[in-house]
Each structure stands twice: as structure tokens, then as C-alpha cells.
């Protein structure tokens, strides 16, 4: 099979990103010149090939609209995503990354959902000085965005003596590194030094011999996604990625992966051909097939995504329009040999890892909850400087996890108050003093950065958990583990689309709300109410779960529940429960 992507045949005109990237040489494209030039940001070429450089082009909206009729004169500035394969890192790494906010972003860090770290509101002038010092310590921007693989994730609990869950990591990093981009145009354009008088190669020769033994000449026709879990803690939702790898193990030993295929939150709202879709398993691999199934099933991309259309063109449009069946014989084609049937085991555990708990080698480890991943300092509440005591007071090991929060590992029990007095001292309440509702709760960026975000998410959700929690506490839920995501818009970073309840941007101020998935994220919810109001999110969530206590089944979760009733019946009942409280307050 070719390692190259193959001629073009007759067919639809490729997007426009797709002629960019033909004309990049390998990614390089005009982002040298442009990056020296007087311009405060780039041009639309560049800004599509400085994705898969870990870079977005930003600007503040907000700022935007207070300056009407001065489109040109927006506040340009960028985003800028550090990959970390299964979230972890050191504490030199973090500290180094929280002083890289400070110094050249707007102050604060952001965790994401796939376990990197982003930076927002650089300025262009300072994007190259970002950029290396990233990696200076060791890490890198590379393949953090854009039409590749994105950062592999997986299960970042630090359980030592455990060879399942250390064997699950080496793979997890060892794909990362079988995946990430061959090109040399990240290292000539932000890594070599302009004082040394070294020269990138953009204009010589060995250009034309560099290959991409695995994505070719045009990448791949849309991101890719891919995780690692376990059955008994699918903590970083496998099946809401491209591609899942899920460890199938017996005594202690790996006997091999199931490999799930397809799964992709996004949506495009105008386009009823998107949807939301959860992986499917498409067969079982011994350890030593990972990387080659991996490899078969990225080409099968390459080769029959879509090129044309890039609302259609992950790959569970892919699988969709060739028919399960038809793709995997043709992953089979590729691999070499047939796949064998998926084994039995399946999810059936999820832990969020926050909290103390015993890492199996006479040390500590404590999940730190952090806020829709914000860190940052505020009156009354300094998260960032309570974390740089941690970090430079401690040195613990450092890990981040799916949900937006951080694992501080290798500690000693006599640390476990000493970090309860720094979160104090800093206005920061511990893991334990949050609720369990705030807990499970996450959220987009959104606005004011974001450039699809048709409404808030991120600095509205805390309040809108403010207002749930003594609710949530009157009808006695208080402890029920269930899982809210809010985006500003159906692209779903927060993967709104398999949890118990999503809260999804439709406009300005309102939102549609889904209900039915789980906590163990292979189940996708459905439309509960559309474009609701965000002053009524409180009370229509409210009547959800008053409905949900009056007539669950004893240790039904609430996803459940309402996957049992049907979101109509639940509809049926919370309207009249909410006209029973109108008309008492009336």
C-alpha cells in the first residue's frame, strides 16, 4: 500500500484548506515571511497551517464589538496549545508553563479536555518566544491542533506496581510518537535561532525529498483523535474519540486492545448531515498490532475522507458513508490480515481521580478539582500562586486529567495538610469542600476568544452551579455523581453529547438542553428542550431532577433514568411541575 496520498481522481473540488495545505510544502506555506512582517496577525493561509503548529488565531470579540465598523482593526492575538501525551509532566514543566502565561499570555493557564495545557492572548511578536520556550522543557506544540493527531490521551492515575496500567501508558506515548508529523517546517520556523545566522529550509532543496511516511503530502482530511482506557475507568471517554484503544486484561496482564473507531462530538447546526457519534468496536489487537492498526486505520483516512466538505470530514462521516462493514475490510487491506472479533469486555467503571488515594507504593496522590481548567488569580481566590507554592514547595509529579483537573503525585501523607493550608491560605477550597455537582460539571472556553462560540459557557456555568447547588441539595441529591457539560456552541469541546446532561450554545443568551448519556460516556443523550433561555436553565434543570427523584429506580443514575422514561415523558412531567411552581409563586 502506498505510503503517499494517492493521485487525485476525478471528483469534488477540494476545500480551500485542502489546496493550502497542497501548497504548503509540508506546512511551511508563507507563516516564515509573515511571521517577521509588520502585520499584527496572518493571512488566511497561514492561520489554517499554524493549527498544526499549536497555534490558533485569536481575537477578543468583546473588544470587537465596542468598536463598530472597524473590522481591521481587531486585537489580533493567539492561542497556543502545548500537546502532553496522557497529561502528564513534571513540576518544573508546570511551574515553567504558568510563568509563560504571566510573562507572555494574558495571565492565566488553561487545562483542556484532552489533558494539554493552552495559553491564550499572545501577541504575535511574541508567538516564536512561546513556542521555544515550550520546548525548552521538554515538551511541545506540534500536532496539539490541526489535521493530524492530536494528543493521545489516557488515564492519568499514577496506580504504581500495576503493569496494565503502566504498559497502557509506554503505548499510549509510543503512539503519540508514531503519529506526530515527520515535517522539519516546525523546527525550521520556531526552533532554530535568528542570532546564529542558521537558515530554515523552506526554499532548498531537501524539501522536495522530505516525506510523511504516514499522512502524505496533504495530512489528513480533518483532526484525529485518540485515547487509551481501561474497562473499569474510562475516565477520559474513549468512545467520543476517533479512534479508542480499550485495554482488554486478565491477571495483571495486557492480553490486547479493542479497537473503536468513529467517535466525534461536533456538529454544524445549519448541515443536518453532522451528528454527534460514539465509537464503534471494530475488533481486537494483540500489544504488539497497536501502532500498525493505528496506522492502517489513519490511512484509510487519508485515503477516503472527505476533502471537499469539512463539515463532513471526520472520520465518522468516513465510516458512515463507506458502511462499517466496507471500512473495516478496508482497514483490513491495510493492516494486512483480518482483525479478529472485539473480546467481551467493555466500560463499565469511570473515576475522576480527585481526592487522596494510595498509589500502590507507600505514596500519595491528590486530585486537585480546577474549575473548567482555569487557573488563575482573582481577589479572594489565588489558585495560580496557591499552585506555584505547591509546585516549587513540594515538587510533586503532575498530571491532567480529562476533566480539566490536576493530579499532584508521589507525595508523602504528612503533605496532605500542608497542601490543604496553601489552598486555604489562597482562598481555594480542597477537592473534598466542592460539591459533587461542581465536581462533574465542565466547560468550554467560549467567549470572548473563541471564534465559533455563538454563546457563553466558561464564565457563565459557575454561576449557573451556584444557583443549582441548594436545589440540587433540597430534593436531596446533594451526593449523585452526574455529569453536566456546557459548550458555547455544537462543536462540543466539552463533549456535551454523551454525559447526563448537555447544555449546548444555539444563540446569544440561549442554549439546547440534552439529557439521557452517562458518566460512563458510551451512551449519547438526545434533545430534551431547544433554545432555552439562560435564566431558564436553573429552573427547567431543577424540574429534571425533581422528576428524576420522584420516580427513579433504586441506584439509577440520572442518565439512565432518563434513557428509561424517554426525554417526552420527562418533558411531559417537568412541565407540569413547573407550572405547579409558577402557579406557587404566583
Known sequence: MSDQTPAAAPGPKPSAVELTKIASQYLRGEIPQELVDAAPGFGKASIQLLKNHGTYQQDDRETRKAREGAKSLREVSFMVRTRIPGG?????QMLAEIDMGDELANGTVRLTTRQGIQHHG??????KSMIQRINQIQLTTLAACGDVERNVMCCPAPIRNNPVRDQ???????????????????????????????????????????????????YLPRKFKTAFALPEDNCVDVYANDLGFLVVHENGKILGYNVLAGGGMGVTP????????????LGFVPPEDVLDIATAIVKVQRDFGNRSDRKVARLKYTIHTMGLETFRAKVEEYFGK????????????????????????????????????????????????????????????VRITAHQSLLFTDLHITDQMRITDILHAHGVKTSEEISTLRRWSMACVALPTCSLAVAESERVLPGLIDSLEPEVAKLGLA?????LRMTGCPNACARPYNCDIGIVGRTLGKYTILLGGRLLGDRLNQLYKD???????????TAVLACYKAERHSGETLGDFCHRKGVHDVRTWTEQWLAGARGHHA
Not at 178 to 196: G, K, M, Q, S
Not at 272 to 279: D, E, G, Y
Not at 345 to 374: A, P, T
Open 122 to 127: 499572545i501577541v504575535k511578536g511574541d508567538l
Open 168 to 218: 497502557m501508558q509506554v503505548m499510549a506515548n509510543a503512539l503519540a510518537d508514531h503519529l506526530a508529523p515527520r515535517t522539519r517546517a516546525y523546527h525550521e520556523i520556531w526552533l532554530t535561532d535568528v542570532e546564529t545566522g542558521e537558515k530554515t529550509q523552506a526554499d532548498s532543496g531537501s524539501v522536495e525529498q522530505e516525506v510523511e511516511p504516514i499522512y502524505g503530502l496533504t
Open 270 to 281: 445549519s448541515a443536518a448531515k453532522t451528528f454527534p457519534a460514539l465509537a464503534k468496536r
Open 338 to 397: 483480518p482483525l479478529a472479533p472485539c473480546h467481551p469486555s467493555d466500560v463499565h467503571g469511570f473515576d475522576d481521580h480527585i481526592g487522596w488515594f494510595e498509589q500502590g507504593d507507600g505514596k500519595y496522590c491528590y486530585g486537585l478539582n480546577v474549575e473548567n481548567g482555569r487557573i488563575l488569580d482573582r481577589d479572594g481566590f489565588q489558585l495560580k500562586t496557591a499552585l506555584q507554592k505547591i509546585l516549587t514547595g513540594i515538587q510533586p509529579g
Open 479 to 483: 451526593h449523585d455523581a452526574f455529569t
Open 531 to 541: 433554545v432555552v433561555a439562560f435564566a431558564d436553565l436553573k429552573p427547567e434543570i
Open 88 to 92: 502528564k509532566l513534571d513540576a518544573a
